[in-house]
Every structure is written in C-alpha cells, then in structure tokens.
C-alpha cells in the first residue's frame, strides 16, 4: 500500500502549478504599486519644480514674491537643527542600547523598559511636540530655539536608533564576547574594542535614517511654533529657526498658484538632502561590511 | 633544573619529575546548577603542571559545563550557582575578590569554534597583551611573532599578518586562536572541543600542537573523541551525569577501567 498515488499526484500538478504562478503575480503587483507610486510622485514634484528650481533659489530668503523666493533660511536652519539632533540622539541611543543590551539583567523591569521603548517608536510625532512645548520651551525657558526643536527631535527619534543599536549590538555573536572575556578583558574593553566595531555599521545606518526622519519631521515644529518667513539666519543655538519641511508646508499652503511650484522645488531640496543621507547610511554600511 | 639533573643522572628523573610536577588546578566537591538542575555534583579533580588533562564523556554530561568552570566563563549565563571550590594554585577562584579578569589572565581559554575577531591577524593576536596595556609596537611584534610560532602558525602567515583572520581556514582559524590565548601568556589552557569542527589534517595539527605546548603549559581539553583524549592526555576523567565516574592516567582508564561504566563508554557501547 502506498500513501502517494501516482495519479493523484499528476491530477493535482496543474492547480499546483498555477497557484504558483498567480502568487508569484500578486506579489509582483504589490510591489509595482509602490514603485509606481513613487514614479508619479517623483514625476509631478520634479515637473513642477523644476523651473524655480536654481541656484536663486537656494541663495535667496523668503519672499511674497514667487519668483523671488529662497530657501536659505530653511535649508541652514535644517543644517543647524540636525547639528543638536545628531550628538545628542546618537550619544543617548547607543549609550540607552549598550546598557541594555550589554549591562541590565534579565529581570522583569527591564523587559517592561524594553518592551516600551519599542512602543515609544510608534508614538506620533505631534504627542513628542507637546512633550518638547511643555519641557524645553516653557520649563526650561528655550523659547522657539534650535535648541527647544532639535532636543524635541533628538527625543523623536531616539526609540529609533535605541532599537537599531540593540539589534546590531545583540547580532554580535557570543563567541566574540567570549573570546574577548576569555582573554581577561573587562566588559568595558569587550565594549569598546570588539561589540561596538562590529555594531558600528548598523548602528550608523539605523542612526543616519532617523535623522532623515528627523529632517523631513514638521509637526513637532508646528507644535513647538517655529516661524516660517525669516529673512537672517541663526547665529546661536538660542536663536530661532525655520526648516525646511516648515517652509515647503508653508508655500503648500499659499494660495497663489505659483507658489505650488515654489514648494515643489523646496521638495526637491529637501529629498536630495535626504537620498544624500541614506547614501551615506548605505555607503557606510557596504564600506565597513567589507571589513568585516 | 630538572633536565641537569636528568643529564647527570638518569635515574633519578622519574622520581624527580613527579615531585616536581605540582598540583594547577584542583577541584574540591564543587557543584554548579543552571537553574534547578544539578549539572555537576561534588568534583574532585586537580590538574598538574605540563600535563595534558582530558574529560570525555557522552553530550551533556557537564564536561564542557566543568571546563568553563575553570576560568568562570560560566558565570556569563545569569542563572547558575555554584558550591564547594576551585582552587588555582593554592586560591580559591569563587573567592570575593577575585577578579576574573586576573584568573582569566592565567586561565586562557580556546573554544569549540574558531571564534577569530574579524580584524588582522595581527590585530588578533595582539588582543589580549594590548587590553593588558601593552603599547609599545616593537615589544607587541615580538608577542606576535612568539605566539604564532608557539602555534605552529607563523610560516603559513607570516607574510599576510595585516589580513584579516576570517580569510584563513578553519583549521588556521582555530590555530589563530591557540595563538592568541598563547600571547596572554596563560598558564592553564582550557581547550572545548578545539578540534570538533575542523577536518582530520587540521584536527592532527592541533593534537600535535597541544603535544608541544605542555613544556610550557598545563593544557585541560575536553574531547568528544576519545581517540584524541588517548592520544595526547596524560590523564583522563570520564564525566557521567555531573559526576566524574573515573579519573585517572589515560593509559589506564583505557585499558583497564576500573568502573564499568567507563568500560562501557570507551567501547563504545553507549554515548
């Protein structure tokens, strides 16, 4: 007696077959519909911007005038925003996730941390720019700073890096750890000279995709109550700011025709700002893989 | 001291070495758990110096359990708990105030797999004398080099030492790392299973290589392979269940065994 029936078997071959082909469809339209998707928006965006998009355009402040204006403010105003941001949240991410990874105890307490950190990820970024209002520009006095926003931010999108430090440190494997301890080496020493060159590349990448989350963030601001027409720029971190997010909302949001096309070209400013960044993410990921 | 004396008077060498030869590490009635299980119960070993210690035994008996004992890499899973004591020479290694990273220090240790940084070999092997603090690039050269002879390694890689170790095989591998452990100028060298993953001209290598280095060494190596441990031990303890059934000269535990089990075990009828 067998169990497998030839002819059962060949019955059944030609659904199995198709029902191959039509899943392997579907998962083709599902990503087409992205990249599609993305097309059309590149399309639109570059199509409109681009005649208001010149080197003007990236020198001049803002203005009524459509023709006349800039970008400049913004765009140093982002640049000086990401200068808080980067320190401070790389600084407490990595730091949050080598504790946890590398020191706390398995212990119910710190599986609760863990666990919220990761929900802190998927808190909206207006709830963070209430947090920032109350704390850095009203108790802590920071007024409309790049300070109040960029710490605002650094706490944004710190369960961000928190979480992609934990998973490049914990894919360090034991062995290496081992060898390390093996040797008489503090955990401070198995820290710095064997955990963190390992971890570096994801921790970078996950750490350069944050900012550009970061970077392309407005509601915080918004909350935080940022101008948009400014006409200096910032000479200290107790100055106020615009960004360029900001800017493109409010040009978005004019209702002059021409100044759709304004933010269109600030759109365009802002994403080359931001696929730079993940290249770099990218670059550094492939250079030190390398390595290793 | 002991080789004059052999040279003026032959027979009075085996009486010599044995008094000479003292006692590295001892184990008295430990006992560790993971948890609630009792994974080695009341051990009573003690290794000698330039011996080669071998613990076989069937998986999960605690023989690798016992040998991470040793140098307290054990203490990295949270949940164990140890009793009774091990001493290296002469001091209790669970004593407060011990610190593991001097017993580790003396107590070095090669795993069951190459576990290489993946940095350059150089940097591999100056690991460890440079988290001692050693800086001084001619004295660090000079560790290298030491170390990789003393592993047999340094013609194979003398020319490539700023490759990275992961390129090698993996027999070099675990070669690069008995060189490693070698230039923190241990004492005892705790070998798991050195030569499990590695294929027989490799694994021949590392047994003639651990025949070299106990002149200078106390070697405890853990096997799965008995033929290895009657190859190149000098003594031999068979782990059964956390508890070590027999120990003693390998010549003797595999020809004639005194308890059955062992009998059983190296004749293959069960493990």
Redesign the interface.
């Known amino acids: 007696m067998r169990y497998i029936q030839e002819d059962l078997v060949m019955k059944r071959m030609n659904k199995r077959l198709i029902s191959n082909k039509v899943w392997k469809f579907i998962f083709f339209i599902a990503t087409s519909f992205a990249l599609v998707s993305l097309g059309m928006l590149l399309y639109r965006i570059i199509s409109q911007g681009i005649g208001f998009l010149d080197w003007e355009f990236i020198t001049n402040f803002a203005s009524r005038i459509p023709e006349n204006a800039g970008i400049k403010a913004a765009l140093i105003g982002s640049l000086w925003l990401m200068s808080v941001v980067a320190p401070v949240s790389i600084i407490l991410g990595v730091s949050t996730a080598i504790y946890l990874e590398e020191y706390a ?2 212990n119910k307490l710190n599986d609760f941390i863990r666990m919220n950190i990761s929900n802190l990820a998927g808190v909206p970024s207006i709830v963070f720019g209430l947090l920032g209002l109350t704390i850095f520009v009203r108790l802590f006095g920071f007024e409309k700073s790049i300070l109040a926003a960029g710490l605002t931010m650094s706490l944004l999108i710190l369960p961000v890096i928190i979480v992609a430090a934990q998973e490049a440190i914990r894919a360090v ?1 034991n ?12 955990k401070w ?1 198995t820290i710095v ?2 955990i963190i ?2 971890a570096i590349p994801g921790i970078l990448t996950g750490s350069i995709l944050a900012l550009s989350r970061a970077i392309g963030e407005t509601a915080p601001l918004v909350v935080i109550g940022i101008p948009v027409i400014l006409q200096f720029l910032p000479t200290g971190y107790l100055d106020t700011f615009t960004a360029l997010p900001m800017q493109i909302f409010d040009w978005a949001k004019r209702p002059q025709e021409a100044f759709q096309y304004v933010a269109s070209a600030g759109i365009i400013v802002l994403m080359v700002v931001l696929l730079t960044m993940n290249s770099i993410a990218i670059f550094i990921r492939n250079k030190f893989q390398k ?2 | 001291m002991v080789q004059i004396l052999t040279e003026f008077n032959g027979t009075r060498h085996a009486v010599h070495e044995i008094n000479s030869k003292s006692i590295v590490m001892q184990s008295n009635n430990f006992n560790l758990w993971y948890g609630s299980n009792h994974a080695l119960k009341d051990i009573n070993l003690n290794m000698q110096e330039n011996e080669v210690t071998a613990i076989i035994g069937p998986s999960g008996c605690g023989k690798s359990t016992y040998i991470k004992a040793l140098n307290r890499m054990v203490e990295l899973v949270p949940i164990v708990r140890t009793a009774g004591e091990i001493s290296y020479r002469g001091r209790n290694i669970f004593a407060n105030g011990y610190e593991v990273e001097e017993l580790r220090t003396k107590v070095g240790m090669v795993f069951q797999k190459p576990n290489p940084f993946p940095k350059s070999i150089y940097d591999n092997i100056a690991y460890g004398p440079r988290i001692h603090g050693i800086k001084n690039k001619k004295i660090l050269d000079e560790i290298v080099e030491k170390s990789l002879r003393g592993a047999a390694i340094w013609d194979e890689v003398k020319d490539r030492l700023n490759e990275n170790a992961y390129g090698l095989s993996g027999g070099q591998q675990q070669r690069i790392c008995i060189a490693r452990c070698l230039a923190i100028e241990p004492d005892v060298i705790l070998m798991d299973e050195p030569t499990s993953a590695l294929d027989p001209i490799s694994t021949l290598k590392v047994e003639e290589l651990v025949q070299e280095m106990k002149e200078q060494y106390s070697i405890v190596i853990v096997t799965h392979n008995m033929q290895q441990a009657a190859r190149i031990s000098d003594k031999t303890a068979f782990f059964l269940n956390g508890e070590v059934i027999e120990f003693d000269q390998t010549d003797t535990i595999f020809s004639t065994p005194s308890d059955q089990r062992t009998e059983d075990y190296i004749s293959g009828r069960f493990g």
Request: net charge positive; hydrophobic share 25%; charged share 25%.
């Open positions: 105890k398995q494997p062995e290496q750890r081992e060898a390390s301890f093996g040797m008489g080496a503090t020493q000279r064997v060159p390992a390595r290793y």
